[in-house]
T-cell receptor
Framework: DSGVTQTPKHLITATGQRVTLRCSPRSGDLSVYWYQQSLDQGLQFLIQYYNGEERAKGNILERFSAQQFPDLHSELNLSSLELGDSALYFC???????????FGNGTRLTVT | AQSVTQPDIHITVSEGASLELRCNYSYGATPYLFWYVQSPGQGLQLLLKYFSGDTLVQGIKGFEAEFKRSQSSFNLRKPSVHWSDAAEYFCAVGGGFKTIFGAGTRLFVKA
């Protein structure tokens, strides 16, 4: 158990809809990262928050946004969903900026 | 450009046999190196990490990895594979948001 909790585990929704994925980091970790994993793209870094502030952006679409709350949990919002957004979405956390990442078990999103 | 290459997309080994998964990296500075394992339906779990010091690093589940600067490699090894080791293995370099992951090597274990 990595200590990173993600909900929900599975999500099935229709194209054009909006969903919110939630992540609680390990106790004491200030950094939260979001990744997307798909068969054709592999593991893609989306965005990082550190202690409530956005710290780094990767390959995140404009339709996607995230935030980190004062209690350090984070939410990833995906809107105007397309079939191609179907993937595993992972949250990871770390105590510092160059530390190893600790991953949650992911949310499997299926867009129909 | 910084990159991580895992030359083998998949590897099959017999249970009880030794294992070596290859990883080569390109990184400007002294790298932080990691190996992660992902079992089906699970997130990535950190197996081991190298930051500095002894180039032979011990990890969890009986795995070890050796950092070879001259070869830009960080190969993962296990002397005797168990069926439960069947999973996908990712080499990574960097740390934090700078972490670059390889494409992964899927390990199949045959009885």
């Amino acid at each position: 158990d990595s200590g990173v909790t993600q909900t929900p585990k599975h999500l099935i929704t229709a194209t054009g809809q909006r969903v919110t994925l939630r992540c609680s980091p390990r106790s004491g970790d200030l950094s939260v990262y979001w990744y997307q994993q798909s068969l054709d793209q592999g593991l893609q870094f989306l965005i990082q928050y550190y202690n409530g502030e956005e710290r780094a952006k990767g390959n995140i679409l404009e339709r996607f946004s995230a935030q980190q709350f004062p209690d350090l949990h984070s939410e990833l919002n995906l809107s105007s969903l397309e079939l191609g957004d179907s993937a595993l979405y992972f949250c990871a956390s770390s105590p510092g900026l160059n530390s190893p990442l600790h991953f949650g078990n992911g949310t499997r999103l299926t867009v129909t | 450009a910084q990159s991580v290459t895992q030359p083998d997309i998949h590897i099959t080994v017999s249970e009880g046999a030794s294992l070596e998964l290859r990883c080569n990296y390109s990184y400007g500075a002294t790298p932080y190196l990691f190996w992660y394992v992902q079992s089906p339906g699970q997130g990535l779990q950190l197996l081991l990490k190298y930051f500095s010091g002894d180039t032979l690093v011990q990890g969890i589940k009986g795995f070890e990895a050796e950092f070879k600067r001259s070869q830009s490699s960080f190969n993962l090894r296990k002397p005797s594979v168990h069926w439960s080791d069947a999973a996908e293995y990712f080499c990574a370099v960097g740390g934090g948001f700078k972490t670059i992951f390889g494409a992964g090597t899927r390990l199949f274990v045959k009885a």
